[in-house]
């Protein structure tokens, strides 16, 4: 039997994924001793927030635009897609600012920060659609005072805010699948990198003393 | 109708000072925002119960 | 720090090689879903959430018919802000710029709109069996221009005085309007019928979704202004960042409102152009932090760091092995 040398696409695929991401990277078991903060769990609350965007999005989605307007289930799951848009946003931006001041981009996880601030970026549009897909007056008033901003950047030549159905298509499918992709990407990128490292302390930060320019130190690096 | 308990249909209490204009509600959740994210890291962690991160 | 400083630096944090603790990530995922959950519902069982009735072409002829009128002669004119407004929806200006950069005129017109045709003329030409109307209609399209803007400018001019009579119709002081009043009356009637929100956006095709028209109709009156205003919602209220009634609102564009407070946007012409473009670059700084100098250092000077990981420090000592 003679032995194939090309690897296949398949193959090549695999090894790739799996050797980024084993199993034991991708569901591990235990984490890095220094992880020892609250701070930690906005990463994972904003995440869930999404996944409650996302179920009672899909509810709404279910019955139909209109539904929500007319009866009581239907305000009350409006009412959980409307307060877990303001917990996304709210843990979101906690999870940002702990990020920013642990400078969790160090050790080549500058694609973590970069997917984490476009998803944030897109989000924001994503919740606009929503907004102007109300069919109420407020969908009615942030459609005609939003559509100036984007004429004058030329968006509003294609992405017409008055306009309902693409509005709702927008919202309900194309771009929630852009958040979804975005924070599949940045979840795997902090499996793949690991949670960045305490910045280590130089003798003279140990002591305390006030902050004179610390320099950082190099070359010892984590012994274990 | 499924009524809330408490009802925020009515015109909104605004904050101001010199030229920042913002809804009581807004300011109540950036307010919170912050004391939370003041409190997650000041608040101590329980050790190794490795059950949140 | 130098490049190569960094770049040694970088390496130190690629991987810790240190101690490690038992950890259980789906059951963390578990607790946090119901966190939030819980968190949803608690409000939502508290607060719930906000859902005023849309205004219609019709409420607003019902409850400000001289308001009413007044848009329509403004748009059968042209000077309405639609009527003057430029791409992309028609070509009476050149639309918001900064210094050679016209993005809204190199789109073009995308949502052509003929502010005279699409919200007076269309749908008076659709009304039938009435004579006097066609006839008013035809005489104003027969005439020159310079009687026309006679005409609508006189009767804009009469309408600062108008009041509305208890029957919806309006009360105008006689004047040179040729054949405005026909017209206008019977387009009030229209729109207080519930008839003209239909035309307006059914005017393509049976099956819409686009209420592009009916919405710019109203937006160039003062209906939607005025709820607006009640609810907070104005630019100068910092409106965007609202929600109707005391509900909370969309924060996170309190820097994106904040531009349009200050000069030089709060007096520009340009502001919305000006605003996109602030935003898009710092947008973009925003997600390049990581190569920013200066903000990419800011993390190490300010000691933020040192209460989260103070149990780390504590533990391992001043190397931070």
């Given at each position: 039997m003679s032995v194939v040398r090309r690897k296949s696409w398949t193959a090549r695929a695999r090894e790739r994924a799996v050797g980024a991401l084993p199993p034991e990277k991708l569901l591990p078991d235990s984490q890095p001793s220094y992880m020892s903060s609250w701070i930690y769990v906005f990463g994972v609350l904003t995440l869930t927030a999404l996944i409650v965007i996302i179920a009672s999005g899909s509810i709404l989605a279910l019955k139909g635009p209109g539904w929500w307007h007319f009866t009581g289930i239907g305000l009350f799951f409006n009412s959980i897609h409307m307060w877990s848009v303001e917990l996304f946003f709210f843990f979101m931006v906690i999870h940002l600012w702990g990020k920013y001041w642990m400078a969790a981009w160090r050790g080549g996880r500058a694609r973590v920060w970069i997917t984490g601030a476009v998803t944030f970026l897109v989000a924001v549009p994503c919740a606009l659609s929503g907004y102007v897909s109300q069919q109420n007056f407020d969908a009615q008033w942030i459609s005609t005072q939003a559509k100036d901003a984007m004429n004058a950047s030329g968006?509003?030549?294609?992405?017409?805010?008055?306009?309902?159905?693409?509005?709702?298509?927008?919202?309900?499918?194309?771009?929630?699948?852009?958040?979804v992709a975005l924070v599949i990407a940045h979840v795997l990128l902090v499996r793949k990198h690991g949670i960045v490292p305490p910045f280590e302390l130089s003798e003279a930060q140990a002591k305390p003393a006030s902050g004179a320019g610390p320099a950082p130190d190099s070359g010892s690096g984590g012994a274990s | 109708m499924m009524a809330a308990i408490f009802n925020l249909n009515h015109p909104a209490h605004t904050v101001h000072w010199h030229f920042f204009s913002m809804s009581v509600a807004n300011v109540v959740v950036i307010v919170v925002m912050l004391i939370v994210f003041v409190v997650a890291i000041l608040a101590p962690f329980p050790g190794h119960r490795g059950t949140e991160r | 720090m130098s490049r190569e400083s960094?770049?040694?630096e970088d390496e130190t944090y690629r991987e810790w090689k240190g101690a490690y603790k038992p950890y259980d990530i789906l059951r963390e995922a578990?607790?946090?879903?119901?966190?939030?959950?819980?968190?949803?519902l608690v409000l939502t069982i508290l607060f719930s959430s906000p859902d005023l009735k849309p205004s219609t072409v019709q409420t607003w002829a019902r409850s400000d018919p001289v308001d009413f009128v007044t848009t329509a002669t403004t748009e059968l004119d042209g000077s309405s802000a639609i009527g003057g407004y430029g791409p992309p929806y028609n070509s009476a200006s050149d639309g918001q710029n900064i210094w050679f950069i016209h993005l809204a005129k190199w789109f073009g017109i995308a949502h052509p709109i003929n502010t005279a045709q699409d919200f007076v003329l269309a749908p008076l030409h659709s009304l039938t069996a009435q004579p006097a109307l066609t006839a008013a209609v035809s005489m104003y399209e027969a005439a020159p221009a310079n009687s026309q803007t006679a005409w609508t400018g006189a009767y804009e001019k009469a309408l600062g005085n108008a009041s509305?009579?208890?029957?919806?119709?309006?009360?105008?002081k006689p004047g040179n309007y040729g054949p405005l009043p026909t017209m206008m009356n019977s387009l009030l009637t229209f729109a207080q019928s519930g008839g003209l929100?239909?035309?307006?956006?059914?005017?393509?095709?049976?099956?819409?979704?686009?209420?592009?028209?009916?919405?710019?109709?109203?937006?160039?009156?003062?209906?939607?202004?005025?709820?607006?205003?009640?609810?907070?919602?104005?630019?100068t209220q910092w409106g965007m960042m609202n929600e109707t009634g005391s509900y909370p609102g969309q924060v996170w564009l309190w820097l994106y409102t904040f531009w349009y407070q200050i000069k030089p946007f709060s007096t520009s012409t340009n502001a919305d152009i000006l605003v996109m473009a602030v935003m898009g670059v710092l947008s973009i700084l925003f997600v390049m932090v990581p190569f920013l100098p200066g903000v990419r250092d800011l993390p190490r000077r300010v000691p933020i760091y040192k209460r989260i990981w103070r149990d780390h420090y504590r533990t391992v000592g001043a190397s931070g092995a």
């Amino acid at each position: 039997m003679s032995v194939v040398r090309r690897k296949s696409w398949t193959a090549r695929a695999r090894e790739r994924a799996v050797g980024a991401l084993p199993p034991e990277k991708l569901l591990p078991d235990s984490q890095p001793s220094y992880m020892s903060s609250w701070i930690y769990v906005f990463g994972v609350l904003t995440l869930t927030a999404l996944i409650v965007i996302i179920a009672s999005g899909s509810i709404l989605a279910l019955k139909g635009p209109g539904w929500w307007h007319f009866t009581g289930i239907g305000l009350f799951f409006n009412s959980i897609h409307m307060w877990s848009v303001e917990l996304f946003f709210f843990f979101m931006v906690i999870h940002l600012w702990g990020k920013y001041w642990m400078a969790a981009w160090r050790g080549g996880r500058a694609r973590v920060w970069i997917t984490g601030a476009v998803t944030f970026l897109v989000a924001v549009p994503c919740a606009l659609s929503g907004y102007v897909s109300q069919q109420n007056f407020d969908a009615q008033w942030i459609s005609t005072q939003a559509k100036d901003a984007m004429n004058a950047s030329g968006i509003g030549a294609f992405w017409n805010l008055m306009n309902f159905g693409q509005m709702y298509s927008y919202h309900v499918f194309l771009l929630p699948l852009a958040v979804v992709a975005l924070v599949i990407a940045h979840v795997l990128l902090v499996r793949k990198h690991g949670i960045v490292p305490p910045f280590e302390l130089s003798e003279a930060q140990a002591k305390p003393a006030s902050g004179a320019g610390p320099a950082p130190d190099s070359g010892s690096g984590g012994a274990s | 109708m499924m009524a809330a308990i408490f009802n925020l249909n009515h015109p909104a209490h605004t904050v101001h000072w010199h030229f920042f204009s913002m809804s009581v509600a807004n300011v109540v959740v950036i307010v919170v925002m912050l004391i939370v994210f003041v409190v997650a890291i000041l608040a101590p962690f329980p050790g190794h119960r490795g059950t949140e991160r | 720090m130098s490049r190569e400083s960094r770049r040694r630096e970088d390496e130190t944090y690629r991987e810790w090689k240190g101690a490690y603790k038992p950890y259980d990530i789906l059951r963390e995922a578990t607790i946090a879903l119901g966190v939030v959950l819980g968190l949803a519902l608690v409000l939502t069982i508290l607060f719930s959430s906000p859902d005023l009735k849309p205004s219609t072409v019709q409420t607003w002829a019902r409850s400000d018919p001289v308001d009413f009128v007044t848009t329509a002669t403004t748009e059968l004119d042209g000077s309405s802000a639609i009527g003057g407004y430029g791409p992309p929806y028609n070509s009476a200006s050149d639309g918001q710029n900064i210094w050679f950069i016209h993005l809204a005129k190199w789109f073009g017109i995308a949502h052509p709109i003929n502010t005279a045709q699409d919200f007076v003329l269309a749908p008076l030409h659709s009304l039938t069996a009435q004579p006097a109307l066609t006839a008013a209609v035809s005489m104003y399209e027969a005439a020159p221009a310079n009687s026309q803007t006679a005409w609508t400018g006189a009767y804009e001019k009469a309408l600062g005085n108008a009041s509305a009579n208890p029957d919806g119709s309006i009360k105008v002081k006689p004047g040179n309007y040729g054949p405005l009043p026909t017209m206008m009356n019977s387009l009030l009637t229209f729109a207080q019928s519930g008839g003209l929100d239909g035309a307006l956006l059914t005017s393509k095709q049976f099956y819409q979704t686009d209420y592009t028209k009916p919405l710019l109709f109203m937006a160039d009156g003062g209906v939607l202004t005025n709820r607006a205003q009640q609810q907070h919602l104005l630019g100068t209220q910092w409106g965007m960042m609202n929600e109707t009634g005391s509900y909370p609102g969309q924060v996170w564009l309190w820097l994106y409102t904040f531009w349009y407070q200050i000069k030089p946007f709060s007096t520009s012409t340009n502001a919305d152009i000006l605003v996109m473009a602030v935003m898009g670059v710092l947008s973009i700084l925003f997600v390049m932090v990581p190569f920013l100098p200066g903000v990419r250092d800011l993390p190490r000077r300010v000691p933020i760091y040192k209460r989260i990981w103070r149990d780390h420090y504590r533990t391992v000592g001043a190397s931070g092995a």
